[in-house]
């Protein structure tokens, strides 16, 4: 029935004030304000209508994308937006395109490495929107090992050039968002080449197609790398090849912030880290954990309300059925989701926190938590984006046979997001990343250099390889300092036996090698105990609104032992929890999922999403989910006749066995 709330009852029985909630998912009042506002006014314009787009042609969804994208940034513009209120216009524009990679990768790649002459000469236009530019770093042949690129920019004294040259064909820069259709300009990354020395990789701002009639430059090939993974889907975005034959830029065009080529073709390097020329990255992969949280949250709202709707078995004498969120399995592979979507979101405020404390200091030439900074952004991109990628998909199986549908929404979420486990660096190059930092700091204990930040808990290493779990009833599992020394106790144990064993390789590279399964194990497990930190931190510090703290507390716990429950290999082998403990933490949970069940369908609509956003028939805010799955049905192309195309030329001749006869 139309105008009616049919999930009312649930919405009823919540024990928390949802708009005190609302705040907290939005990190504050104001940027709740923003994003509702936004969210709204995208949801209310006929111009960001989504529903048609699966059954667009490539061209089609790629000419809608372009007419978005120029809407939103003439809204942008005509309305004097902020900045963060143009993000959250892209955000819930929900279709992928060239702007997330000029506002995401070019323009923060001339911040942090081009020169205040470069900055000021490129970023007024690109801040126009006058250039459009997009970050060609991966090549057909490497993505993952960054110094393995082969693309050449070798430095011409006579000319005061760089020519940028392809020698292979696996150096064709391969990938790139925007490239083969959009972008004016790039940011290149290629091997620095003068005097006949090769200096490594570093960045060139290159114009790749004319101002006047977007014509590839001469000595530039480009184009789309073709069709990716679902309809509509990402396939709205124009994910590029690029070919350089001796192309020529001027010597300015470098990104000369950190190293520098003079005239004469001296290369200096300056004396900050090389490894800051890959600053965008970082920045970018801790943007990436805040968007992990927001893609769990949009499905497990879906989920969540259908669970609510749907009923299934358990009628007595012909009464109502069981909604399928009563089923104790349903709770058990929802909860943790749902735990998970805020675990993320807290876990993404904090390194929102670290980023930008890193870049402040890194200004004031201090690097000293730059390594920590890589791990965190490397190792919490590669966990939220695999958890999350994992849970759509189980979403999708929560909702049953409808969520296959692609009007559930969750196909095209599954599709749009699982390249993010990818993008920006593989999960497991990541995680191999953060394993190395382990490695360090875990080799530096008794050097008197105590480890700081996410790692200070190694520096109670003497305590934590001996203590035993003081759990001795399902309430212990409730307090916090006994879950995180079960979590600190299990990655130090799982981290110093990685350590050891490397150490009976007489070479470390080759041990590095042998061990990288175990590695990455120990790396996650570093990485779910920052997580599991940062939202015990976060349920006890102040947090207002009747009721919210106890909702949030209850979620902490779950995330925390269902990450128990699931790695209690880990947990067991390490010795950090016995299994009587455990069964305890799974009796402790199902008490969590009885306490949150009330609250479900209130938790995920403090996500605060419109329907328009969800895009889900299954996730509708109302809870009409029947009659809308009819109409839905009933607007596909193929129910525009009732007898379909191809009836006379297949169906009939198969019927009356009437072929044309058959030649062999
Ligand atoms: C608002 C946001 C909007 C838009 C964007 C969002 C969505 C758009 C969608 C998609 C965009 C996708 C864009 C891309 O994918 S761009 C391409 C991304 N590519 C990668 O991520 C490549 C991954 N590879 C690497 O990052 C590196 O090569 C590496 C795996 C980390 C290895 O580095 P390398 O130098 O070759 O090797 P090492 O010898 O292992 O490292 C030396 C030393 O440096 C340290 N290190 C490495 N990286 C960093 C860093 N980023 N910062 C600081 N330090 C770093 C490394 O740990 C090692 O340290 P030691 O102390 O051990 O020497
Ligand atoms: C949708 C999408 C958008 C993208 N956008 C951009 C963009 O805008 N700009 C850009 O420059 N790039 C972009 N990329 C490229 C992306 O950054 C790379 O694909 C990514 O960094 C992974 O590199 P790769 O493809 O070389 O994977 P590979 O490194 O070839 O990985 C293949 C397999 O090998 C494994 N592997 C590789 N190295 C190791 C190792 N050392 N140890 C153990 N296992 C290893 C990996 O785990 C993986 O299983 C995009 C990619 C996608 C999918």
């Known amino acids: ?27 504050s009042r104001h940027a709740f304000d923003v994003s509702n506002r936004i969210s709204r006014f995208v949801a209310t314009d006929p111009v960001f209508e989504k529903s048609n787009r699966a059954l667009m042609t490539r061209k089609e969804l790629f000419k809608n994308t372009l007419k978005k994208s120029v809407y939103a ?83 011409d004294p006579k000319t005061d050039q760089f020519i940028m040259h392809s020698p292979t064909q696996t150096s064709s820069k391969w990938w790139p968002g925007g490239l083969g259709k959009v972008s004016t300009h790039a940011v290149v990354y290629a091997r620095l080449i003068t005097n006949g020395k090769d200096h490594g990789v570093h960045g060139f701002i290159v114009q790749l197609r004319s101002l006047d009639d977007h014509s590839p430059l001469p000595g530039i090939t480009i184009g789309d790398i073709g069709m990716k993974f679902g309809n509509g889907a990402y396939n709205s975005m124009d994910n590029g090849f690029l070919m350089f034959n001796q192309f020529r830029i001027p010597r300015d065009q470098m990104l000369m912030r950190l190293s520098k080529v003079t005239r004469e073709g001296k290369y200096i390097a300056s004396d900050v880290p090389r490894q800051l020329v890959y600053g965008t990255m970082v920045s970018v992969r801790q943007t990436i954990v805040s968007k992990a949280s927001d893609a769990l949250a949009r499905a497990v709202c879906i989920a969540t309300r ?4 749907r ?44 980023y930008t404390d890193v870049t402040q200091r890194l200004e004031a030439s201090d690097f000293v938590t730059l390594p920590e900074a890589h791990a965190c952004t490397a190792g919490l991109k590669s966990m ?9 998909e189980e979403c999708r199986k929560l909702c049953g046979g409808h969520g296959y549908l692609w009007c559930s929404g969750l196909p095209e979420l599954f599709a749009v997001y699982v390249p993010a486990c990818t993008y920006e660096g593989d999960n497991v190059v990541l995680q191999l990343q953060v394993a190395r930092f382990l490695m360090k700091t875990v080799s530096q204990l008794g050097s008197g250099k105590a480890p700081a930040g996410t790692t200070a808990y190694m520096g109670r290493a003497q305590h934590l390889l001996q203590c035993r779990s003081g759990v001795q009833k399902a309430e212990d599992w409730l307090n916090p300092s006994m879950v995180l020394e079960a979590f600190e106790s299990r990655a130090l144990r799982m981290a110093i036996t990685c350590a050891k064993n490397l150490s009976k390789f007489e070479n470390q590279e080759q041990g590095f090698s042998e061990l990288l399964a175990d590695l990455v194990e120990a790396a996650i497990a570093h990485c779910q ?11 006890e510090g102040e947090i207002e609104g009747k009721g919210v703290k106890k909702q949030l507390k209850n979620l902490c716990y779950i995330y925390a032992l269902h990450l128990l429950h699931k790695h209690l290999g880990d947990f067991l082998s390490t010795n950090s929890v016995t299994p009587e403990q455990a069964s305890l933490a799974s009796h402790q ?26 895009g889900s028939v299954l996730g509708r805010y109302d809870g009409n989910v029947y009659p809308k799955l009819f109409e839905e049905a009933l607007k596909d192309p193929l129910n525009d006749s009732v007898v379909p195309d191809g009836y006379h030329e297949y169906i009939r001749p198969l019927i009356k066995q009437n072929f044309p006869s058959a030649k062999l």
């Open 589 to 614: 949970l199902r008490s969590l999922y009885s306490q949150v069940r009330p609250n479900a369908v209130a938790l995920v609509d403090a996500f605060d999403y419109t329907d328009h956003y969800l």
């Open 529 to 539: 105990l920052i997580v599991v930190s940062k939202f015990i931190a976060k349920i």
């Open 73 to 155: 940034w003439k809204i942008i513009k005509e309305l004097r937006l902020s900045d963060e209120e143009g993000i959250k216009l892209r955000i819930f524009m929900d279709q992928p395109g060239f702007l997330d990679l000029h506002w995401g990768m070019f323009v923060p790649a001339i911040k942090g490495q081009g020169t205040e002459e470069q900055q000021q000469k490129w970023l007024s236009l690109a801040n126009k929107m006058q250039i459009i530019g997009c970050y060609a770093q991966t090549e057909l042949g490497h993505g993952s090992n960054v110094q393995g690129l082969e693309t050449t920019a070798t430095f």
């Open 384 to 392: 939220t984006t695999s958890a999350t990628s994992d849970g759509i």
């Open 311 to 354: 009923r299934q078995f358990g009628s007595e004498n012909g009464g109502i059925e069981t909604q399928v969120i009563d089923y104790k399995t349903q709770q058990n592979r929802l909860f943790p989701l749902l735990a998970s979507a805020y675990a993320f979101r807290f876990v993404g405020e904090w390194l929102k926190w670290l």
């Open 1 to 27: 029935m139309e105008g009616v709330d049919h999930l009312a009852d649930e919405r009823n029985k919540a024990e928390f004030n949802v708009d005190d909630m609302k705040i907290i998912w939005a990190g």
């Open 306 to 309: 259908y669970s609510a709707v």
